[in-house]
Structures are given as structure tokens and as C-alpha cells.
């Protein structure tokens, strides 16, 4: 913990720097920090090796040893994310309310950054540069804490990062990498009160969960889609299939990704056929309702806890429905408020849909997969809220942010 | 735990209903809520007597005591607060955001009720019909756990709000009072998780600090205010006085009072004898260091622990500073991130001041007493937010909203 409260103080320190400097100064830091990704590339893919060695002694699946590994085109890609932030708005200082009271005060709400902001994330070293530069634009000091099997390329990121900070003029430890990457780190970090403004967690569910249980500080909780396509007995049959593949086969490991069809009984008949067509191309398994199984014979049983499921492969279930309304309550049940889609051609059933619905995003006739902060323009993300305070949906730089309200007058007494 | 569950159950099927009723629905109760508290104001006065007898026979401060009575008088006021709830704007179904991308999706970001807040408050009974309405405008279903002095009162009160929603055609369990007034009820309504959106504590600061530490639902931290004015080399003089005046002793016990002045060293010895003349005729006590005693013979001591109090009496503590680096580090020291001011003539001191004090309101030259809904014209609120997530300062009806995101398109894939 001590080291933790040190790393808090330096950080509300920076933070105090770096709250009151300009988009100029801002971008000129994050000009240079694409200029020493590039430059010293190669140190950063050495570190990254020691990691991915490690990680195959350990027996780090393939999959999650991708994940891991940085490469040339990778860093450079990594570089240019830092430099399209440049061009984005400074969302610091902006007037987003306020007006002229009937006493004269006049009060103007202003955006401020949050001042610290904490990030617990697994095993992807290019967060730790996404995570800090977001933070960076949006004027907050960034305490990290990566995962264990990333720490090498994590370092040598954040040093990295560090250096183009001072040779800009901020302080360097409005970046500051932690490098105790035990379990105690983590939860020393969720109760660090008075240091951080808030705590966004990223990774799979056990550590959402552990957030969210520990944590004594603001939290932001992000990535849990369990999400749900509903296919309307009035929906266009041909649309429908191309929607729920997208949804499930485009990228089945992200949590925008669709885990449930539910289907009206009418156009069951006619859609399921249709879409095991589609799916069988990507080896998708179905886990069907009884119905299901009648119509697409060979399905395997879904069961409760497959509907609860975040399966994250190519997995998808499926239930035929007698209404709208069996589909909203199905939804109820099992979402978790991240995105859910209905595809029909009846308008009364798509309001109903929407208003009933509470997810972060609701879709009429589109794929779920859309819910990015990036698909919905805010050109950056440091992740997906499924909460409802503060921030909801895409996280893009505003909602890194809090506000003041500056409230000027000449005497007013009251 | 398990009655909490059950109210946690019904508070959320209500708000499903209450999230989807038109802003004249909602009205159409709120105007049944007033209609019944003329109507039945002596069962409710006969309650709260009740109450009364009790906090006497406990031996309650007559303060206190002062907070929990109900008159004519003042159930009149918190009628006629309820009216004028029914003509704010209702804030659910603004879009807020929003457009049309590349791709032809059309986004819209709507305010939607946060779903069921839960309320922990003290002994004042109004704060019971207050927060209820608010809650009930908003679209919010609510679960009030009030103090076990106003038990009667916040019963009767809730009964006949309940009524009132019967008889609107709305769910009754829109509003509902935990009966249980232990310790242990409090902390069970802290971890009702999946039944409680938000959790707004409202009163001391044991209060607020049990339910930071002990909450697993999202919450927002009210009402400590810690409050200084810095009073600078070139302030106006009278003005000076007279702010200061007003905002210590305008109403001591609320969170917005100062609690220290800070003094410019150059206008000290003309400002210091000037406050405490107008200070004198309110009884107010003084506590300053070593340089206010050397101007103020007699002044008592003040120690690091004054100014670190929220004194919330007719007492202030005093310090002289060599500069506006001086004060804004004593702030930084001190402050409970509630409302901070300036009274100066000097543009650039006002500027550095607003840039770099972290507070929800700041102000220059006007007394801190004005951070409060209806000083900033939101109509009403429910309470000072001194947290930075979500909403910060006075919270009315738009900061009890969350937003989704609605999505519409003809078929978009990604």
C-alpha cells in the first residue's frame, strides 16, 4: 500500500499540471509519444519478447498469446491511434451549460478532467498506451496496473511514454505503470481513497466482479455483453440472417457480439433453416429451446445457464418465442444492459422495443456489433460502460471527464 | 435482507411501468400528492406528534427536534414544493445526442430514468415526500429508508403517497419506506446489487463515509462542505465584509456556509477588524492564526483540526496568507470539494483561482451560500453532489437520468 499511496500523490500532483494545460501542450505530448513508439520500436518488441517466452513456459494458450504480442505493423498501428488522437476536440474547458441569473450571477458549467484515473487491465500491452493517452488528451493523470504476463513490454511502454512527457515540458508521472503485479496491488489500488477519481476496470468478468465487490473508490464498469438479437415475425428474412451472422461470426471474443437469437414462431419455420445455413459456413454450435430443436433437427439443448452465458465463441443460442413480449421478459432475465437488437418491419413493435429495452444501446435493424466508440464516432474509446451513472455505452474523452460550475458575480449576498 | 429483496423485486417492475408513463401521467400523480397532503395533513401532524413525544423522552436537542416537527405551515410548503415539480420539464426522452453516420445508422442518445434509487436520509420528514417526487418526475421508482425518530411521519407520508399513485393508475410500489429502521437495514440497502441504481446518502458524515465504505451499489457522495473565501489584496472592501457576513451566518448548519476565511496579508489589518465587527452582532466565534491574533486581540487559537471541520455553527476559522499560491494551497488542504470562492479585483488572481480549485462550484465575488438547485435555477434538487462521476454540485431532475443509446437502421452489418 505504500507504494501505492506514492504513486497516488505523485499522480494528484500531476494531475494538478496537467488539469490547466492547453491542447497544444496536450498534443504536443502525444506528438512525441508516437515519435518514440516508432523510434524505439525495437526495444519495446524485445521486452515484449521476454513476456511471450515466458508466457510459453507457462503454457499461455495461442489464442490469449496473440493477445500478448506486439509486432512491427502492430506498434505502428499503435503509434498512429496515438496520433489520430491529436486531432480529436479537447473535450477540457468546454461550456456545456450555464446562463445569467436573475440576480446578476452568472454561472457557466465547464468540462474538467476527473483528475486520476485508475485502469486494472489483463494482458494486452497496447492498452497501457490507448488507456494513458486517452487519459493524456483528456487532461487526467493515469495510474495503470496491467496484468502479470505483460509487465516487461508494459515497462518499457510506460517508460517510454514517460520520457516524451518530460521532454514536452509535463510532469512524467501523469503516467505511472505499477509494477507490483500481484493480486494485493490490485486491491490496494480499488481503496486507494482520495487519489483516484475513479477506477475503470477491463478484462473478463472475475475482475469486474472483484471491482465492483472491493472497490471503495468511484468505479466505471465496463465489457459484460451477454447481448440478444430478437428476429420479429415482420422481420425481412434475408436481412435478418445477414444481421445475426454478423453479429455472432464478425468477431464472436468481443463483448458487442451477439450470444442469443430469440425468434417469433411465425418466421421460425422460414429463418432458423436459414440462418444454420449461414452459421454452419463458420462451424457456429447452436443450443436451442425445444422448439428450436423441431425445426433444426440435431441442435443441442440450451439451458438456463447457456442463456446466461457470455459464451465469446462460436457458440450461439437459440429460443422461439410467442411474442414481443416473451422476448422482452427472455431479455430482462438475461441481459446485462450492454446491446440488444430487435429486426422487424413493424413500427409499433421497434418503439416498444426501444422503450422497453434498457441496455446502453438498442438497435432496430442493425448488428449489435456497432456498439464502439469508434462506430459511433467519438473517434476513441477506453471502453464500454454497462453501468448507468456517469457514463453509459462507448467511453470516448468526454466522459473522462467531470465538470465545475465558475460562478462569477459582483457582491451577491443571499 | 430478505424484505429488502422483496422491495428490491417490486421496485423494479414498478419502474419498467413508471420508466414508460408520459410526463402528464406522472404529473397527474404529483398533483394527487398535494391534493393529499392538504387532505390528510392532520393524520400526518398526528404522526409525527407521535415522534415527537419520543424524540423528547429520548432527550433530543431541541435543534433536532426543530427538524423533525411537521406544522401546518410547513406541510403547506412541501405541498406546494410538489406542485411546482409538476411544472419542470420532464427530463426522460430528451435526446441529448446523437446523428447519422457513414453508414446510414442514425444514433440517438436519449435520457432515460436511472430505474430505482435508493435514498438514506435522517430525521427530516419532508426529505421523505421530497425525494419520493423527485424520484417519481425523473421516472425513477424509489426506496426511502429514513431515520427511526421520524418512523411515523415517513409511514404516514409514504401511505398516502402510495394512495395517491393507486389512485393515478401507477404503481404503488413506486415509493416505498423500509419499515426497518436498524443499522443493519441500512447496510443491507447498501448491497442490494442488481435492485439499486444509484444510492444517494443524505446527512452526517458517518453517514456518507458507512456507505462509501460498505456500498457494492453505485452511489453519490452529498453534502460535505468544508468551505473557505479567500479574500484577496485587491478585493473590495465593504463587499468583502458583506459576503463573508452572509455566508457564515446566513445559516450556519448547512453544507454551502463558509467555514474559513482566508486573508491577503496586505488587506488583512484593515478587512480582519471589519469582519469581526459585523461577526460580533451574530455571536459568531473566532479562530485564527498566530497573524489574525496579532490583528484580533483575544481571538482563540485555530489548531490544523479547525480547519479541517465543517463547523456548520456560528463559528469560523480565520488565517492570513502571504499570497494566492498560499491560499490556494490551504484549500487544496482542506477542501471537501464543495464550494470555493474569491473576492478580488484582480482578473488574473480570478482566473488562476477558477483553473486550479477542484471544487463543484466556485466562485468569484459572491458568497458560497448560492450552490443550491434552486439558487441556480434547476427547479429543485436532491441533493449536492461533491463527487466528481456523474453529477457534481446541485443534482435536480436531469442528474436522477441515465441515457441509452438508440440505434436505427435498414439492415447495417459491421
Known amino acids: 500500500m505504500n507504494s501505492l499511496l506514492e504513486l497516488g500523490k505523485r499522480a494528484r500532483a500531476a494531475a494538478r499540471v496537467l488539469g490547466c494545460c492547453s491542447a497544444g501542450e496536450k498534443n504536443r505530448a502525444l506528438e512525441l509519444i508516437a515519435q518514440a513508439l516508432r523510434r524505439e520500436q525495437e526495444a519495446v518488441l524485445a521486452a515484449n519478447a521476454l513476456d511471450l517466452e515466458a508466457a510459453q513456459q507457462a503454457g499461455m494458450s495461442a489464442s490469449l498469446q496473440d493477445r500478448l504480442r506486439l509486432t512491427g505493423p502492430r506498434m505502428e498501428g499503435i503509434a498512429q491511434a496515438v496520433e489520430d488522437l491529436m486531432r480529436l476536440e479537447d473535450p477540457v474547458g468546454a461550456v456545456v451549460g450555464g446562463g445569467r441569473r436573475p440576480n446578476g450571477l452568472e454561472i457557466k458549467k465547464i468540462r474538467v478532467p476527473l483528475g486520476v484515473v485508475g485502469m486494472i487491465y489483463e494482458a494486452r500491452p497496447n492498452v497501457t498506451v490507448d488507456a494513458a493517452c486517452l487519459c493524456l488528451k483528456s487532461g487526467n493523470a493515469c495510474i495503470l496496473r496491467g496484468g502479470k504476463e505483460a509487465i516487461h513490454a508494459n515497462t518499457a511502454l510506460a517508460e517510454l511514454m514517460r520520457r516524451a512527457l518530460a521532454a514536452a515540458g509535463l510532469p512524467e508521472d501523469c503516467i505511472q505503470l505499477v509494477q507490483d503485479t500481484s493480486r494485493a496491488s490490485a486491491n490496494d489500488l480499488m481503496t486507494l481513497e482520495g487519489y483516484l477519481d475513479v477506477l475503470i476496470p477491463r478484462g473478463g468478468k472475475g475482475l469486474i466482479q472483484s471491482v465492483v465487490k472491493n472497490a471503495t473508490v468511484p468505479v466505471i464498469e465496463t465489457g459484460a455483453g451477454n447481448c440478444h438479437i430478437y428476429v420479429d415475425a415482420s422481420a425481412d428474412l434475408e436481412m435478418a440472417v445477414r444481421v445475426c451472422d454478423n453479429a455472432k461470426t464478425s468477431r464472436p471474443s468481443v463483448c458487442n457480439a451477439v450470444e442469443t437469437v ?119 474509446e477506453i471502453g464500454i460502460s454497462t453501468q448507468k451513472l456517469h457514463a453509459r455505452g462507448p467511453m470516448g474523452l468526454p466522459e473522462l471527464c467531470s465538470w465545475k460550475y465558475v460562478v462569477t458575480g459582483n457582491g451577491q449576498i443571499r
Open 262 to 380: 430469440l425468434v417469433h414462431r411465425e418466421i421460425a419455420p422460414r429463418f432458423l433453416p436459414a440462418l444454420k445455413e449461414a452459421l454452419d459456413r463458420h462451424q457456429v454450435q447452436l443450443r436451442g429451446c425445444a422448439r428450436t430443436a423441431a425445426l433444426l433437427p440435431g441442435v443441442l439443448p440450451a439451458t438456463a445457464q447457456d442463456y446466461a452465458t457470455e459464451f465469446d465463441d462460436y457458440i450461439l443460442a437459440l429460443r422461439v418465442v410467442d411474442s414481443l413480449e416473451e422476448a422482452i421478459e427472455h431479455i430482462r432475465t438475461y441481459t446485462t444492459g450492454h446491446s440488444e437488437a430487435i429486426l422487424t418491419n413493424d413500427l409499433a413493435n421497434a418503439q416498444a422495443f426501444v422503450d422497453r429495452i434498457d441496455a446502453a444501446a438498442v438497435y432496430v435493424n442493425a448488428s449489435t456489433r456497432f456498439t464502439d466508440g469508434g462506430e459511433f464516432g467519438f473517434g476513441a
